[in-house]
């Protein structure tokens, strides 16, 4: 069984920074790409950003240079710097991995239960 716990959410100003943590446990063999993704009030769930096992990552257009996504593969944490944040950025932040469980020979993928980010004056 594997769990994916965030943490770092909350009400912040526009322009404001905020960082999102993501923890994974459980029988972790290996963790492959991890994300976020966001789902605001009556829309689409959206991926935010993408991070491969090497580091490589990709970000949606309307975060691309303003989040910064990484992990830190020894203690199994993602991350999600957040600047220059702005209203249209609140939401629910989801944490997203695909894990290989000890003894396992393929990846499953799993989802946190999501931290608010709230973005207001």
């Known amino acids: 069984q594997v769990q994916l716990v965030e943490s770092g959410g909350g009400l912040v100003q526009p322009g404001g920074s905020l960082r999102l943590a993501c923890t994974v446990s459980g029988s972790i063999g290996r963790i492959l790409n991890m994300g976020w993704y966001r789902q605001a009030p009556g829309k689409q769930h959206e991926l935010v950003a993408v991070?491969?096992?090497?580091?490589?990552?990709d970000y949606s257009d309307s975060v691309k240079g303003r989040f910064t996504i990484s992990r830190d593969n020894a203690k199994n944490m993602l991350y999600l710097q957040m600047s220059g944040l702005k209203p249209e950025d609140t939401a629910d932040y989801y944490c997203?991995?695909?894990?290989?469980?000890?003894?396992?020979?393929?990846?499953?993928?799993?989802w946190g239960q999501g931290t608010q980010v709230t973005v207001s004056s």
């Open positions: 991070i491969t096992p090497g580091g490589n990552t």
């Open positions: 997203n991995a695909d894990v290989q469980t000890f003894g396992s020979p393929r990846a499953l993928n799993y």
